[in-house]
């Protein structure tokens, strides 16, 4: 995309601090509900963690998110959320209500253009998703995803903080393929939440 078809440069700056919560809001949820975890002395279980991504799918299909941006939302792979689909009926009853409510109030994957879009479009770039492949996962076409982004400092603003996104102190969450490499430093290693096994 051409630098001259960006809006205003100052506009643009003005909506960076804005852009940039946001982004560190987004990468830092997980770690944000660790105390709630730790307050009861014990790592979460493995069922835990899987339903608060249940938890978020259901979130993301009740604003009107298809499946894939559901998955792109809960930080899972679309495959393991189609093997819950298909495995768990109660997830699935759950997800198809999500779904119907987001019908009955006018919001539905094709449709209208909403902010749950870009969240999933921030998140998938943030991950290293190209333009298209962000825009698909939120079920926008390309050329609608660059229309809004020519005409909005803020949606700038946001791309540009996902795509060159910074540390931001110990602990943070920033993706490897997001952060900035020092000379002669090896890649930093991919983060993991720690689970108890479940009891077989």
């Known amino acids: 995309m051409s630098a001259s078809h960006r809006p205003e440069a100052d506009a643009v700056q003005e909506a960076a601090p804005g852009a940039e919560r946001a982004l560190a809001w987004l990468e830092t949820r997980d770690e944000a509900v660790e105390p709630f975890r730790e307050a009861l002395g014990e790592l979460p279980t493995e069922r835990d963690d899987r ?51 987001a019908s009955a109030h006018g919001t539905e994957p ?17 991950r290293g998703a190209s333009w298209s492949s962000a825009a698909d996962a939120a079920g926008i076409s390309g050329s609608g995803l660059r229309q809004l982004w020519r005409a909005s400092p803020v949606l700038v603003a946001l791309v540009d903080a996902a795509r060159h996104g910074r540390p931001r102190g110990a602990g943070s969450s920033v993706p490897p393929t997001r952060r900035p490499r020092k000379p002669g430093r090896a890649s930093p290693a991919v983060g993991y939440r720690l689970v108890r096994r479940d009891a077989p």
Do not use: C, K, Y
């Not at 604003?63 to 009926?89: F, K, M, N, T, Y």
């Not at 094709?110 to 943030?126: E, F, H, K, N, Y």
């Open 51 to 101: 339903l608060a991504r249940m938890g978020d799918v259901l979130q993301a299909t009740a604003q009107g998110l298809g499946p894939r941006a559901a998955s792109v939302w809960a930080g899972i792979p679309e495959a393991l959320l189609d093997q819950w689909l298909a495995h768990d009926a109660a997830f699935a009853s759950a997800v198809r209500a999500a779904a119907a409510l």
């Open 110 to 126: 094709g449709g209208r253009r909403t902010p749950a879009m870009i969240r999933v479009v921030i998140l998938a770039m943030s």
